[in-house]
């Protein structure tokens, strides 16, 4: 096999971005292009203000910066990256079903068979095409019917690659990643295809933590390793409501069996519940998979987590308008957080929206405010959940640059995002300028709760 010289990767987001910049900095023999129909997208990649850069990890500019220019491009000419390249990322979205057979539960992979036909139109010598976006299982066939079919005898072989990356931590999980899988088929020509992405992962990576599989168990380990980790988060969030109601603290419960060595202390912190792009929509996948081949009891067990979820966050919610004496109406509440997580300004499907929503159709108004998330995404936010015209969210959402003015004359503060630079905060000047009784609600129990009840707050945490 000859060694990957030329690299196409389709799609310049969460996971295509810094996985080609982290691949184009460790094989500096190898040219990465990363291509996107978005053209502001590709220009904010080749920003030269490196803060411009569309999405924000940590680490990420530099990667950027020391491979951009030199062996990696973003570029609008889809056609021409995928004609000159020997391998192809898919790395483009593959939301649920919004529409038809499986709507709100399969995964929509519209985008993908895009790619696959302009795949197969343009090629015109051989390729290794690699799925990175998260597929279901056995959409390696898909692919493999639309490829096989172009008439002109090039020859394609098709891996499986799923991305393990936590938003936050994304280049640090690349630069060490606990494992890669690569999946094929299972022949000559397949592990060959196979050896050579693995020749490129191993650049920086030892041998051991690059795993061969066939195709099969490489897409449906990425769809269980999110369904395992988004079970573990359900548990522990069950468990804070009964630490709730019994006086237990729900931290001393999670210290307590994470000291287990069978269990572990990882994915054991309560919250107000999982969001970003992937736990929620891989659950739904799954579930749909195992009710479309007739395993209803296996679907019912995996859908147990996304309701498990969605249950704590409206209770939540219910707790803030049961707190301020049953009515949010025209109450001011100051939200810190919109991003799902900290360090990342992704927020699809993140807590923060469902439970505004929740309060703003009791006429609350809410104060946002995020160090990486933008005002227009907060509002695209609560436009996507539909329960009200965009008017109506511009009443009742105002997003502020400064903590402090956010926090200025509200009833209550709702932690929404687990950022470090909330526990810093002057919260005695928060108190004295707020609304009397002064409430924190906080969703992500991050915030000293002596210190906090000291001052004069009314703490209310997750579980404790």
């Known amino acids: 096999m000859k060694k990957i010289t030329k690299i196409c990767c389709i799609g310049a987001g969460y996971v295509g971005g810094p996985t080609m910049a982290v691949i184009a900095k460790n094989c500096p023999e190898i040219r990465v292009t990363v291509v996107d129909m978005n053209k502001q997208r590709i220009a904010d990649w080749n920003d030269p203000d490196l803060d411009k850069l569309p999405i924000y990890e940590p680490g990420l500019k530099e990667v950027v910066s020391e491979a951009r220019g030199r062996n990696l491009y973003f570029s609008t000419d889809v056609d021409k990256s995928i004609d000159e390249a020997e391998m192809i990322f898919i790395s483009v979205n593959t939301p649920t079903k919004t529409y038809g057979k499986g709507k709100g539960m399969a995964a929509d992979l519209k985008y993908i068979e895009l790619c696959a036909r302009q795949i197969a139109r343009v090629s015109k010598t051989d390729k290794i095409v690699v799925e990175k976006s998260t597929l279901p299982v056995r959409t390696a066939e898909t692919l493999r019917a639309i490829l096989d079919q172009t008439g002109t005898g090039v020859k394609f072989q098709i891996l499986s690659n799923p991305e393990f990356l936590a938003e936050g931590t994304a280049v640090t999980d690349l630069q060490n990643a606990d494992r890669v899988l690569v999946g094929g088929e299972q022949s000559p020509e397949g592990f ?17 933590r ?48 994470g000291a287990d060595s069978r269990i572990g202390s990882k994915f054991l ?33 995996w859908e147990q987590v996304i309701i ?83 008017s109506e969210n511009s009443e009742l959402l105002k997003p502020f640059n400064d903590p402090y003015e956010a926090c200025k004359d509200v009833h209550a503060i ?15 000047r928060i108190y004295n300028n707020m609304m009397k009784p002064a409430f924190v609600f906080d969703g992500r129990n991050i915030l000293d709760k002596q210190m906090l009840e000291k001052i004069g707050f009314h703490y209310h945490g997750i579980g404790r």
């Open 210 to 257: 690059i795993l061969q599989t066939n195709v099969w168990s490489s897409e449906l380990s990425k769809l269980t390793a999110n369904a395992f980790l988004a079970q573990r988060i359900s548990s522990i969030n069950s468990l804070s409501a009964l630490c709730e109601a019994t006086g237990a603290n729900v931290e001393e419960v999670s210290r307590a069996i």
């Open 308 to 390: 498990m979820n969605d249950f704590q966050k409206r209770r939540f919610a219910d707790k803030i308008i049961t707190t301020l004496f049953n009515t949010v109406s025209g109450k001011k509440i100051a939200f810190l957080g919109w991003a799902f997580k900290k360090d990342t300004n992704d927020s699809r499907e993140t807590p923060a929206m469902y439970v505004a929503d929740q309060l703003m159709n009791d006429l609350a108004v809410i104060a946002v405010y995020d160090p990486k998330v933008k005002p227009e995404q907060m509002f695209s936010d609560l436009n996507y959940l539909n329960s009200r015209s965009q």
């Open 414 to 428: 709702a932690v929404l995002t687990e950022w470090d630079e909330f526990k810093e905060y002057d919260w005695v």
């Open 192 to 208: 060959e295809a196979m050896n050579a992405l693995s020749d490129i992962y191993a650049h920086w990576l030892p041998r051991d």
């Open 269 to 301: 912190k309560t919250s107000v519940g999982f969001g970003g792009s992937c736990f929620q929509k891989d659950l739904l996948n799954l579930v749909y998979i195992c009710q479309t081949l007739g395993l209803q009891e296996v679907a019912d067990y």
